[in-house]
């Protein structure tokens, strides 16, 4: 009997471990994920500004050409 008594203690314990890890990992897994996604967005975001700078600049190029005199 003390045998069986200490496997199923043990096996109860393992399994809690087992339940607190798995769960563990799928929260980190989706903080990960959310993290990306908002790396992904603000990198999106910066190209989006630095196309309008470009922009920005050429059109202050091309009225400069167009203000100097010949």
């Known amino acids: 009997?003390?045998?069986f008594l200490f496997l199923?203690?043990?096996g109860a314990l393992l399994m809690v471990v087992?339940?607190?890890?798995?769960?563990?990992?799928?929260k980190a897994r989706e903080?990960?994920?959310?993290i990306h996604q908002d790396m992904r967005t603000r990198e999106m975001?910066?190209?989006?500004?630095?196309?309008?700078?470009e922009?920005?600049?050429?059109?202050?190029?091309n009225?400069?050409?167009a203000d100097k005199p010949a």
């Open 55 to 61: 922009l920005e600049l050429e059109k202050e190029k």
């Open 18 to 26: 087992a339940i607190v890890g798995i769960v563990f990992w799928f």
């Open 31 to 34: 903080r990960e994920l959310q």
């Open 8 to 10: 199923s203690r043990f």
């Open 63 to 65: 009225r400069r050409a």
């Open 45 to 53: 975001e910066h190209q989006r500004k630095m196309k309008e700078l």
């Open 1 to 3: 009997m003390f045998p």
